[in-house]
C-alpha cells in the first residue's frame, strides 16, 4: 500500500513561514505529478501548487509569490515553502501524488495525505 506522509504545519502568526514536507512510500515504480491541496472549515478542498515529475510548477494565483513547491524525485518527497502567511491561509493542507505501482499492486491511482493543520493567527 502507498503511504503519504506530511509533516511541518503548525501555527504561525501572519506574515511568517512554513515548509511542508510529504513523503511517499510503499511499491513505488514512479511517481507522476504530485501536489498540495488544502480545506479551510465549511469550504470545499481546493488546489494549492502542483509539481511534474520533470519539475513544471502551477498553483492558485492566490499563492502566487508566496509558496513554492519543489521536490526530490530521489527522495519521493514533495515540498511546501510558504511564506508571507495570512489568516486566510488556514487550512488543512493535503498532499497528492499520482503514482504507478509495482508488485504486487499493479496500476496508476491518485494517492493522499492525512492533511496537517496550517494556522496563521496572532
Known amino acids: 500500500q502507498v503511504q503519504l506522509v506530511e509533516s511541518g504545519g503548525g501555527l504561525v502568526q501572519p506574515g511568517g513561514s512554513l515548509r511542508l514536507s510529504c513523503a511517499a512510500s510503499?511499491?513505488?515504480?514512479?511517481?507522476?505529478?504530485m501536489g498540495w491541496y488544502r480545506q479551510a472549515p465549511g469550504k470545499q478542498r481546493e488546489l494549492v501548487a502542483t509539481?511534474?515529475?520533470?519539475?513544471?510548477?502551477n498553483y492558485a494565483d492566490s499563492v502566487k509569490g508566496r509558496f513554492t513547491i519543489s521536490r526530490d524525485n530521489t527522495k519521493n518527497t514533495v515540498y511546501l515553502q510558504m511564506g508571507s502567511l495570512k489568516p486566510w491561509d488556514t487550512a488543512v493542507y493535503y498532499c497528492n501524488a499520482h503514482v504507478t505501482t509495482g508488485w504486487p499492486i499493479f496500476g496508476t491511482r491518485d494517492y493522499w495525505g492525512q492533511g496537517t493543520q496550517v494556522t496563521v493567527s496572532s
Open positions: 509539481i511534474t515529475s520533470g519539475g513544471s510548477t
Open positions: 510503499g511499491p513505488i515504480s514512479s511517481i507522476n505529478d
